[in-house]
């Protein structure tokens, strides 16, 4: 770490658009790895960059990171009228399977526009792709944020993703690790089984993790797969993050957890916290800025672990300052272009 004190391995979410005093003396004392901005967070562009500066400047380290969920659809924390509306992944997929050079462009161009504009307003980080598998039968939680059924078409795109945001300043996250694009549940509400075999989800749900091992960041998932660990889900269970994420998948990047108080886990916040990093995750997450059950965090985390700052360290070499002269303006008009009254349905 560059200025030699130690933070926390949380990425914390805060409750408004400004920071109060409890979260300012809260996120001081915690100097956690950095902060994660939802809907409620972001009015227009210039609170958000001040937001930022608050939040840095609250963090204490040099090294405090800033994500969100921009995944185009209806994850869009960035919504108009400030910020434009962007499709669904599962556009982006269609588009693809009737003409890959068509889809292909159309993801490009979408992923240089995000990532610009997420760095001009402060972020480092975005919550995307979703690698997860299309499921037209599976629940809505995921439904269109999966960008097709097909395991190569997934990681096609989702390649192309990864590194239009990484030569733009921004470092994405792969999600959901191994895989849950099978879920019939709603994590945020239930804890889900998904009871495919495991030659079932090595010849689907595996691959187009396995084909993009090589991503900065992962995100896990609150799922329980029966036929890995019948009794955790994969965000607490060290068999799944170590044999078959880091095993088996081969992934060796930053891994955070799913948001730790989605009603798919049960447990105090603190508690669940720990829970989360024995089992292998090196970053926890805790989203809904509920300041009481922030400070039970703080209190049970010690430092981000050797294995941690090694894999983010790593991360962090793999992202490219975007063009300064880039004029997203041309890109937009052609991305309109290539969508030209296209219309599927994101329900």
């Excluded at 499709?87 to 993801?107: C, H, N, Q, S, V």
């Excluded at 508690?271 to 703080?298: F, P, Q, R, T, Y």
Aim: aromatic share 6%; with cysteine; proline share 8%.
């Amino acid at each position: 770490m560059s200025d030699g004190k130690e933070k926390k391995p949380v990425l914390f979410g805060c409750e408004g658009t400004k920071i109060n005093p409890v979260e300012r003396a809260l996120f001081r004392n915690a100097r956690p790895f950095g902060f994660i901005l939802f809907k409620r967070n972001c009015e227009d562009p210039e609170q958000v960059r001040s937001l930022i500066a608050e939040l840095r400047q609250a963090a204490d380290h040099d090294d405090v990171q800033f994500a969100i969920d921009q995944e185009g659809g209806r994850v869009s924390r960035l919504q108009p009228p400030h910020w434009p509306a962007y499709p669904p992944a599962r556009t982006f997929g269609l588009m693809y399977e009737k003409d890959p050079d068509w889809g292909m462009e159309a993801i490009t161009l979408y992923s240089r526009i995000v990532a610009n504009e997420l760095f001009k307003l402060g972020f480092t980080i975005n919550c995307a792709p979703v690698v997860d598998l299309f499921n037209p039968e599976g629940t809505a939680a995921i439904g269109e944020r999966a960008i097709s059924s097909s395991p190569s078409v997934v990681a096609a795109l989702a390649r192309r993703q990864i590194e239009t945001f990484l030569a733009n300043g921004i470092l994405p996250v792969v999600k959901h690790l191994p895989g849950h694009g099978r879920l019939k549940t709603d994590p945020h509400k239930v804890l889900p089984t998904i009871e495919a075999t495991r030659a079932e989800l090595e010849s689907q749900d595996f691959m187009p993790f396995e084909l993009l091992k090589d991503a900065p960041i992962g995100m896990n998932s609150h799922a329980i797969f029966t036929a890995l660990d019948p009794e955790r889900p994969a965000s607490m269970s060290l068999v799944v993050n170590n044999d078959i994420i880091r095993g088996r998948l081969g992934f060796d990047g930053l891994l955070f957890s799913d948001d730790l108080m989605m009603k798919a886990l049960n447990g105090l916040p603190g508690e669940l916290a720990a829970k989360a990093l024995e089992a292998g995750n090196d970053i926890a997450l805790h989203c809904n800025g509920k300041a009481s059950e922030m400070e039970a965090i703080v209190r049970v985390l010690g430092p981000m672990s050797q294995a941690a700052e090694s894999r983010w360290a790593h991360a962090k070499a793999m992202v490219n300052p975007p063009d300064p002269a880039y004029d997203p303006r041309d890109d937009m008009e052609r991305l309109d272009i290539l969508l030209g009254g296209l219309a599927f349905d994101e329900a």
